[in-house]
């Protein structure tokens, strides 16, 4: 029976796997859009969510406890400062995972995994940057 056993394995070890959140959280944290396989990306976003869910409430304990998942202090402090502000009237769902499709190589499953309201704005163009100078 699975009772009360959540999250996925990943075909990892239990340090690998740890180390491996760490990182994608990290890396979300920092760039507020990554891409990943879709296995991983389910299994980063609700430590992510519980991270921003820590920002929200800026104490020095939830600054440790932060600290003791994220490896760097200045995506700590990112999160505390700028993160957990933007999402202090939002009741959940922080982040959005969207599906890319298969990767070249191998076949695996890609998704895109992004914290909302950090949605793609599209580069102009050099021509169109010209245009609206003149």
Same mark, same amino acid.
């Given at each position: 029976?699975?009772h009360r056993v959540n999250g996925k ?21 920092? #760039? +507020? #859009? ?28 939830t600054r440790r406890l932060a600290l003791?998942? !994220? ?13 957990g502000p933007r999402f202090s009237e ?9 599906? !890319? ?7 695996? +499953? ?8 950090? +949605?793609?704005?599209?580069? &102009? &163009?050099?021509? +169109? &940057?010209?245009?609206? &100078?003149?």
């Amino acid at each position: 029976m699975r009772h009360r056993v959540n999250g996925k394995k990943l075909r990892r070890n239990t340090a690998h796997r740890r180390a491996l959140l760490r990182n994608l959280v990290t890396s979300l944290l920092e #760039r +507020e #859009r990554i891409r990943t396989t879709l296995a991983k990306a389910k299994a980063t976003r609700p430590i992510a969510e519980k991270m921003i869910t820590l920002a929200k409430k800026d104490t020095l304990h939830t600054r440790r406890l932060a600290l003791r998942f !994220i490896f760097k202090k200045d995506i700590v402090k990112k999160l505390f400062e700028e993160i957990g502000p933007r999402f202090s009237e939002r009741p959940g769902g922080y982040t959005r995972i969207v599906k !890319i499709g298969p990767r070249a190589g191998d076949g695996a +499953e890609v998704a895109m995994i992004e914290l909302v309201g950090s +949605e793609f704005k599209k580069k &102009k &163009k050099k021509k +169109e &940057k010209a245009k609206a &100078k003149k």
